[in-house]
């Protein structure tokens, strides 16, 4: 018996992605149960986080998040893609082992730090690494120094991006906090939280996460989210209890049975969507939100992803926030066309950060079309 295997188009593949997201509607769910539910936010900037969760969260409170940092329950944290993130306590514990592989590919493949790092005792390094974070949280400088004292014949920033690495390792807070400067300082994981690294979590429960978050989803995608290669294998260990679908390109897309996914005539209401959002960053196939040449578009010279506008649930162009101490104005950049409508509702999303980020100031919202 020949069985069919559903496809599902473009549009489908996206209403499905927007609905693991919370991005179709925003939800009740609480600041951390959302981190939580998407497996942390990538968070290189400081303050991208809290633009994500109020994207997704009814009614967010900034300072919500801020006192999820201080209270020590969500953590930033380099992780997946070796990048740094924004997780619940428990993911720093139980994610950061089975991301391991990753990290240690970057530090024993990275062309600027490989070299620095062969012929030496890493254990040795590590120990002095954590004996220092954990006397007192380090910046990246203040590691080096020590390194060089320690190791002077050494290449001490090659040795502190090995604690970076292979040493799971926290921003401690006021970095991240909003409205807050601080520099980046870190402590390990385990002193900050009061816990191990947890020895019992499996990529066979990892699997089933990140398809609650993107799916669907096919192997190379969670290999990009993830930064693993080889990940095959759990999938087959998997399937008999995943859903099995085709996207229109015929690549193999897994899903779970119950997960929502919505028709492609299913609204998608414009959204202004963070800097460095998941949603754009966790799928080897982007194009279900937005194509490789607008990401081009989006990213800066330097590498940062600006904030995104959606409408009708795709990517259309950038915002960005300027805030002085007496003004706030939000700058819409649509890259393609927008209708009158969506425009308008591009704007009311605006106005809504605004209140959200400074109700104080005097607000402004620009409309400034790019080539």
């Given at each position: 018996m020949t069985m069919t295997t559903t496809t599902l188009s473009r549009r489908e593949l996206n209403r499905a992605t927007l609905a693991?997201?919370?991005?179709?509607?925003?939800?009740?769910?609480?600041?951390?149960d959302m981190v939580g539910h998407l497996i942390g936010l990538q968070a290189q900037a400081p303050h991208a986080s809290y633009f994500g969760l109020w994207s997704r969260i009814e009614d967010f409170a900034f300072d919500d998040l801020s006192a999820l940092m201080t209270g020590r329950e969500v953590v930033r944290i380099a992780?997946?893609?070796?990048?740094?993130?924004?997780?619940?306590?428990?993911?720093?514990?139980?994610?950061?082992p089975l991301i391991q592989a990753?990290?240690?590919?970057?530090?024993?493949?990275?062309?600027?730090?490989?070299?620095?790092?062969?012929?030496?005792?890493l254990d040795e390094v590590l120990a002095v690494g954590r004996a220092l974070m954990e006397e007192s949280p380090r910046t990246g400088a203040q590691l080096r120094d020590a390194?060089?004292?320690?190791?002077?014949?050494?290449?001490?920033?090659?040795?502190?991006?090995a604690v970076r690495c292979l040493l799971p390792s926290v921003q401690v807070p006021p970095r991240g906090v909003w409205n807050?400067?601080?520099?980046?300082?870190?402590?390990?994981?385990?002193?900050?939280?009061?816990?191990d690294l947890s020895a019992e979590s499996t990529l066979d429960e990892l699997v089933p996460r990140y398809l609650n978050a993107f799916g669907p989803a096919s192997v190379k995608d969670m290999q990009k989210w993830s930064g693993l290669t080889k990940l095959r294998e759990?999938?087959?260990?998997?399937?008999?209890?995943?859903?099995?679908?085709?996207?229109?390109?015929?690549?193999?897309?897994?899903?779970?049975?119950?997960?929502?996914?919505?028709?492609?005539?299913?609204?998608?209401p414009a959204r202004l969507?963070?800097?460095?959002?998941?949603?754009?960053?966790?799928?080897?196939?982007?194009?279900?939100?937005?194509?490789?040449?607008?990401?081009?578009?989006?990213?800066?010279?330097?590498?940062?992803?600006?904030?995104?506008?959606?409408?009708?649930?795709?990517?259309?162009g950038c915002w960005d926030l300027v805030r002085?101490?007496?003004?706030?104005?939000?700058?819409?950049?649509?890259?393609?066309?927008?209708?009158?409508?969506?425009?308008?509702?591009?704007?009311?999303?605006?106005?809504?950060?605004?209140?959200?980020?400074?109700?104080?100031?005097?607000?402004?919202?620009?409309?400034?079309?790019?080539?």
């Open positions: 693991r997201q919370h991005l179709l509607a925003r939800t009740r769910m609480t600041a951390r992780l997946m893609r070796s990048t740094i993130h924004l997780v619940t306590a428990e993911d720093a514990l139980g994610v950061r990753a990290l240690s590919r970057d530090l024993f493949n990275n062309g600027t730090y490989r070299k620095g790092v062969e012929n030496i005792d390194f060089a004292e320690r190791w002077p014949e050494r290449d001490a920033p090659s040795l502190a991006y807050r400067s601080g520099a980046i300082a870190h402590t390990t994981a385990e002193h900050w939280l009061g816990r759990v999938f087959d260990r998997l399937r008999p209890g995943l859903r099995v679908f085709r996207d229109e390109h015929g690549a193999e897309l897994f899903d779970l049975p119950d997960a929502p996914r919505p028709g492609a005539g299913t609204e998608a969507v963070a800097p460095f959002d998941n949603v754009l960053l966790s799928h080897a196939d982007r194009t279900r939100v937005i194509t490789e040449a607008q990401l081009k578009h989006a990213m800066t010279q330097n590498g940062i992803l600006r904030g995104s506008l959606f409408a009708d649930g795709f990517f259309v002085t101490k007496k003004s706030a104005t939000v700058v819409l950049a649509p890259l393609e066309a927008v209708t009158a409508a969506q425009t308008a509702e591009l704007e009311a999303e605006a106005a809504r950060l605004l209140q959200a980020t400074d109700p104080g100031l005097v607000h402004e919202i620009r409309v400034a079309p790019e080539d």
